[in-house]
């Protein structure tokens, strides 16, 4: 079995679909799968909602897989639970937000000493055996934490701050400089909203139309599938009168994996400045940002990162961009009548400084090395030990395994869907609208269902202890996440979801 399941990760890493036995439509041969997953004992790192946990309108004091405790005056007692109501949920929606890994109360319990036992001295002193670092060093700490999440040749390639669309806006502030002869931005039809927001409030802070000045690189209207070429050929179309090319690594929507390197290779060719939102893309694939020549991207640490709501997200900065270049101005310094180094215009902020000469409180701005010098205020260093937990997970694979799996499980997932449309004799009830090519896809499949079965269909999946992500106002979401989810999750979402289509006839 094992060398089977080898021949399937080499199979579909070669773009192909892999061939199942008759026999995988069962539960047993998901569990055959699973038993070869050398990735499975990352599963025991994260607490995945339960069944009962799921329906929770007030706090207990228990988290899943908690044992069931009952106050009584002469003791506590144990409560039987029920299994199915205590069985762990399908949790794919690991695109959306990530489940929980155990260890960030650990992280939080020592940001929270360290916070009460020494106070303002936790900006400079790292406890002895804590899993965290000085405070101003965290952001630094997760930087370097993060080499092989996207593919940076240093740390200082890299930084921990805000949240992804102010990332977003503060590398547009430096590397979208539009001019009477190039002012377009290029991006897809349908990025995420808040993108979608970023981009035509930076047009209009700039003067600029998204009438005239942005340029959607649409799919086509059936399939919904943007080709490379397509991609190449908008590229060339506006190339002249283009500043900035803004993609997203993983589209949100359909899923599509977009080919990075020769999309930003085609770009910077014809002289345009290439920046990546990588939400979707960072922890779910393999990314080389600094052998592809990228610019800038941006990232949130919520979703395959599982860094928790909301928290801190993250950016990069090509290495080329560090120093001295055509694109750098020089500060005068009044006090001693000299510039200064000079640097990629950016909007400045304290934590940007330079770490040595911060708490100088020095009027003229000396950005820190690389990537950190992007940084504004105090970062949250409540988000920053979410997010050191979160990658000490990282820390016990690489992206490369977690790559081979997720394109076994979602391989899996597609002929389980496959199956049952076979199956399901009339119109088909759905149609996956993500790229079939493994290479074009990450851990995600989108399925379109005919129109007035979302939300009976998502009844159904939601009693069966199903989560995913749903969108309005015909896709369903499905990310068995490699990071937690099992073949077995598969198999029974599949289960699920043919009695709600049954249901829904």
Same mark, same amino acid.
């Given at each position: 079995?094992?060398?089977?399941?080898?021949?399937?990760?080499?199979?579909?890493?070669?773009?192909?679909?892999?061939?199942?036995?008759?026999?995988?439509?069962?539960?047993?041969?998901?569990?055959?799968?699973?038993?070869?997953?050398?990735?499975?004992?990352?599963?025991?790192?994260?607490?995945?909602?339960?069944?009962?946990?799921?329906?929770?309108?007030?706090?207990?004091?228990?988290?899943?897989?908690?044992?069931?405790?009952?106050?009584?005056?002469?003791?506590?007692?144990?409560?039987?639970?029920?299994?199915?109501?205590?069985?762990?949920?399908?949790?794919?929606?690991?695109?959306?937000?990530?489940?929980?890994?155990?260890?960030?109360?650990?992280?939080?319990?020592?940001?929270?000493?360290?916070?009460?036992?020494?106070?303002?001295?936790?900006?400079?002193?790292?406890?002895?055996?804590?899993?965290?670092?000085?405070?101003?060093?965290?952001?630094?700490?997760?930087?370097?934490?993060?080499?092989?999440?996207?593919?940076?040749?240093?740390?200082?390639?890299?930084?921990?701050?805000? @949240?992804?669309? &102010?990332?977003? #806006?503060?590398?547009?502030?430096?590397? /979208?400089?539009? *001019? !009477?002869?190039?002012?377009?931005? =290029?991006?897809?039809?349908?990025?995420?909203?808040?993108?979608?927001?970023?981009?035509?409030?930076?047009?209009?802070?700039?003067?600029?139309?998204?009438? @005239?000045?942005? &340029?959607?690189? #649409?799919?086509?209207?059936?399939?919904? /599938?943007?080709? *490379? !070429?397509?991609?190449?050929?908008? =590229?060339?179309?506006?190339?002249?009168?283009?500043?900035?090319?803004?993609?997203?690594?993983?589209?949100?929507?359909?899923?599509?994996?977009?080919?990075?390197?020769?999309?930003?290779?085609?770009?910077?060719?014809?002289?345009?400045?290439?920046?990546?939102?990588?939400?979707?893309?960072?922890?779910?694939?393999?990314?080389?940002?600094?052998?592809?020549?990228?610019?800038?991207?941006?990232?949130?640490?919520?979703?395959?990162?599982?860094?928790?709501?909301?928290?801190?997200?993250?950016?990069?900065?090509?290495?080329?961009?560090?120093?001295?270049?055509?694109?750098?101005?020089?500060?005068?310094?009044?006090?001693?009548?000299?510039?200064?180094?000079?640097?990629?215009?950016?909007?400045?902020?304290?934590?940007?400084?330079?770490?040595?000469?911060?708490?100088?409180?020095?009027?003229?701005?000396?950005?820190?090395?690389?990537?950190?010098?992007?940084?504004?205020?105090?970062?949250?260093?409540?988000?920053?030990?979410?997010?050191?937990?979160?990658?000490?997970?990282?820390?016990?694979?690489?992206?490369?395994?977690?790559?081979?799996?997720?394109?076994?499980?979602?391989?899996?997932?597609?002929?389980?869907?496959?199956?049952?449309?076979?199956?399901?004799?009339?119109?088909?009830?759905?149609?996956?609208?993500?790229?079939?090519?493994?290479?074009?896809?990450?851990?995600?499949?989108?399925?379109?269902?005919?129109?007035?079965?979302?939300?009976?269909?998502?009844?159904?999946?939601?009693?069966?202890?199903?989560?995913?992500?749903?969108?309005?106002?015909?896709?369903?979401?499905?990310?068995?996440?490699?990071?937690?989810?099992?073949?077995?999750?598969?198999?029974?979402?599949?289960?699920?979801?043919?009695?709600?289509?049954?249901?829904?006839?």
């Amino acid at each position: 079995m094992d060398a089977e399941y080898q021949s399937f990760i080499k199979t579909l890493r070669a773009g192909h679909k892999p061939e199942f036995p008759a026999d995988a439509k069962s539960i047993e041969y998901a569990r055959l799968l699973d038993a070869q997953d050398k990735l499975s004992f990352l599963r025991a790192n994260f607490n995945i909602p339960t069944r009962s946990p799921l329906r929770k309108r007030a706090l207990d004091g228990t988290v899943p897989g908690a044992v069931k405790q009952l106050d009584i005056s002469n003791g506590t007692k144990h409560v039987k639970g029920d299994a199915k109501e205590d069985a762990p949920s399908i949790y794919f929606v690991g695109n959306s937000l990530g489940a929980q890994p155990k260890c960030v109360r650990q992280y939080l319990n020592a940001q929270l000493e360290t916070w009460a036992s020494i106070g303002v001295n936790g900006h400079f002193t790292s406890l002895d055996n804590s899993p965290l670092t000085a405070w101003q060093d965290m952001a630094a700490d997760c930087a370097q934490q993060s080499l092989d999440l996207v593919g940076a040749a240093s740390a200082s390639e890299v930084i921990y701050m805000n @949240t992804l669309t &102010v990332n977003l #806006h503060l590398m547009m502030a430096s590397f /979208y400089r539009p *001019t !009477e002869r190039r002012h377009k931005i =290029i991006a897809e039809w349908k990025p995420f909203p808040s993108d979608s927001y970023a981009i035509a409030s930076q047009l209009q802070w700039h003067g600029l139309s998204p009438s @005239t000045s942005l &340029v959607e690189i #649409h799919p086509d209207p059936e399939t919904m /599938y943007i080709s *490379t !070429e397509h991609i190449l050929s908008v =590229i060339d179309e506006h190339a002249d009168s283009t500043a900035l090319l803004l993609l997203p690594g993983i589209q949100y929507y359909t899923g599509q994996l977009f080919n990075i390197p020769l999309i930003t290779s085609h770009a910077r060719a014809r002289g345009i400045t290439v920046g990546w939102d990588l939400a979707h893309a960072v922890g779910n694939a393999e990314l080389f940002l600094h052998a592809w020549d990228v610019d800038f991207a941006v990232w949130c640490t919520y979703k395959y990162l599982n860094a928790g709501p909301g928290a801190i997200a993250g950016a990069f900065v090509h290495e080329r961009h560090h120093h001295h270049g055509h694109h750098h101005h020089s500060t005068p310094d009044p006090e001693k009548g000299v510039d200064v180094v000079g640097y990629l215009p950016r909007l400045a902020g304290w934590y940007g400084a330079d770490k040595t000469t911060r708490f100088n409180m020095d009027k003229v701005f000396r950005p820190a090395e690389g990537a950190h010098g992007w940084q504004m205020s105090n970062p949250s260093v409540v988000d920053l030990a979410c997010v050191r937990a979160a990658l000490a997970v990282f820390g016990q694979t690489d992206m490369r395994a977690l790559r081979d799996k997720a394109v076994v499980l979602t391989g899996y997932l597609e002929w389980l869907l496959m199956g049952l449309l076979k199956d399901n004799f009339g119109e088909p009830a759905f149609r996956i609208i993500t790229p079939g090519n493994p290479l074009e896809r990450g851990s995600h499949l989108s399925l379109l269902l005919r129109p007035g079965l979302l939300d009976r269909v998502s009844e159904t999946l939601a009693a069966g202890g199903v989560v995913v992500d749903v969108r309005k106002p015909d896709v369903i979401r499905v990310a068995p996440v490699p990071m937690y989810c099992r073949f077995e999750d598969v198999w029974g979402f599949i289960e699920v979801l043919k009695t709600a289509l049954e249901e829904a006839r």
